[in-house]
């Protein structure tokens, strides 16, 4: 990618559990170049989490001393430091006052700092506690509306409440992605599965899970005898129990806010918003595509915390 380099005026890193993404972005917001490597948190050695930043990010630095905000696992307990977590109702304004900075080194002995945002937290009626580490960048990266609500599919999907000025008034953390993958690779049910499509068995489990979400691991089990009893094809399964497990979520949500919005933000990667804009579909709920990406959540944070390179007249 072309880039102007006299224009760079931050470095944005998402670094979440298995990768670590760099941006060089001008002052407007702009991403000027881009860096990754399967650096992810999970993968440093001894600690050593100087290493893949500055491989990614080594060459910007040496051109120019840059400021650089990070978000995700790198601010977790399992990261470099430990970055508070704000309470709920969130707002940017706050987060950008709360940055953790860590300094290091580059390979010439220069002085810098990684500026960590905080992630968030919330109580829900429980008592239970939830928290996010990288998804709020991307919320308020994506200037929705008072009152919206967004999911935000992946393996540990999110879904969160909106009020003014992109403040993150609640969310909920529903760990269907991970549940998938152990259930179909390491469980009983895998065992009667095979690869296909099926978007009538997937409504069926999308119908099944928000109607009868009291019953979960009941209803889980349905997926294995569907297939004992041959209501379903082996191709099918896998299917039924995808629309199961995000039925549930739509269960779960229906019953904490008592009513379900006409729409939805979806944000994330395509083939799995794809997937929940099916599954919302199912029970008459209208998808809407929001496009953010996490750069954009960095860089409002940088501006709020004054900390950008500002180019000379």
């Not at 349905?222 to 099918?236: K, N, Q, V």
Request: hydrophobic share 40%.
């Amino acid at each position: 990618m072309t880039t102007s380099r006299n224009d760079a005026a931050l470095i944005a890193v998402d670094w979440g559990t298995t990768n670590l993404r760099a941006y060089l972005l001008n002052a407007k917001g702009k991403i000027l170049d881009h860096r990754s490597c399967p650096g992810g948190v999970m993968s440093v050695q001894d600690r050593n989490f100087e290493a893949p930043l500055l491989s990614v990010v080594g060459e910007w630095l040496a051109q120019a001393k840059l400021p650089l905000i990070a978000a995700g696992m790198i601010g977790s307990r399992q990261g470099w430091r430990e970055a508070p977590y704000l309470p709920c109702p969130a707002r940017i304004e706050v987060a950008a006052q709360q940055l953790t900075a860590v300094p290091f080194q580059d390979s010439q002995g220069q002085s810098h700092q990684l500026l960590i945002g905080a992630g968030v937290q919330c109580v829900d009626d429980s008592g239970l506690h939830d928290v996010m580490r990288g998804e709020e960048t991307q919320l308020w990266g994506s200037d929705l509306s008072d009152g919206a609500v967004c999911i935000l599919p992946g393996t540990h999907c999110k879904w969160a409440w909106m009020g003014k000025a992109g403040e993150i008034q609640k969310f909920r953390t529903y760990m269907t992605g991970e549940l998938f993958a152990l259930l179909t690779k390491h469980g009983i049910l895998g065992r009667l599965m095979k690869p296909g499509q099926d978007d009538l068995a997937f409504k069926r489990g999308v119908l099944l899970g928000k109607n009868d979400s009291a019953h979960a691991s009941h209803i889980i089990f349905s997926a294995r005898t569907a297939g004992l009893m041959g209501t379903l094809a082996a191709e099918s399964l896998s299917e039924y129990l995808s629309g199961i497990l995000i039925g549930l979520e739509i269960g779960s949500s229906l019953k904490m806010t008592g009513a379900l919005p006409e729409q939805i933000h979806l944000i994330g990667d395509d083939e799995l918003c794809m997937r929940y804009a099916q599954a919302l579909h199912a029970v008459d709920i209208q998808a809407v595509r929001s496009q953010s990406e996490a750069t954009a959540g960095l860089w409002k944070l940088a501006q709020a915390a004054g900390c950008m390179k500002v180019s000379s007249p």
